[in-house]
């Protein structure tokens, strides 16, 4: 997410800060509602830093928001929004992008995207926990899944679920771009 995109009040930084002062509600009691430090909430919200779809989950059902309305990077209007849930969308950050592929899951614990790496790269920031289970499938490519202190290489067609709460790292190692299938379940 770069800053222009909370500069112009249409990016995701700008609409979870938009969203949290409407409700009153503090960078503290939101760090406590979501177990986020106060201080990364702030940066995202600043466009400074990357906020992983498990922290955007936390961060929507803190403040009883629909996760697609912050993941989606232009203003959106009740149409706009319809038609994305209707038909998913994508989401491009600059490391790689992802697809919501449960849109109509917005109210739900389970969501799935597919998220594509780009050769020899991490995927930015998801060095984290967040409560509940993941599951990634390898369409295509190679990843390698860091859980814990345990790493699983995974290539087209391998698959590995874990519990989410448990710090863990994607880094796509190959030479050629690597599509997953994530699914994760939040309580």
């Known amino acids: ?30 760090s406590e509602m979501t177990g986020l430090t106060a201080e990364h909430i702030k940066n995202i919200e600043e466009g400074n830093d990357f906020a992983p779809v498990g922290d955007i989950l936390r961060l929507s059902r803190a403040l009883a928001v629909d996760p697609d309305i912050l993941l989606s990077a232009e203003k959106t209007d009740e149409r706009t929004m319809k038609k994305k849930r209707d038909e998913g969308f994508t989401r491009r950050a600059k490391e790689y992008n ?35 289970e ?21 290539k087209k067609g391998g698959s590995l679920h874990f519990d989410s709460s448990i710090r863990h790292t994607l880094r796509n190692p190959g030479a050629k771009k690597t599509v997953l299938i994530v699914t994760l379940y939040t309580p």
């Open 1 to 30: 997410m770069k800053k222009s995109e909370s500069a112009n009040g249409a990016g995701p930084a700008a609409k979870l800060a938009r969203y949290r002062k409407q409700k009153s509600i503090s960078l503290e009691e939101l």
């Open 98 to 132: 992802y697809t919501v592929l449960t849109p109509e899951a917005r109210h739900t614990h389970l969501r799935a995207f597919l998220i594509e790496i780009p050769p020899r790269s991490d995927h930015p920031k998801v060095n984290y926990s967040h409560e509940g």
């Open 134 to 154: 993941e599951f990634v499938y390898v369409l295509s490519g190679e990843v390698e899944i860091t859980v814990g202190q345990k790493v699983h290489e995974l």
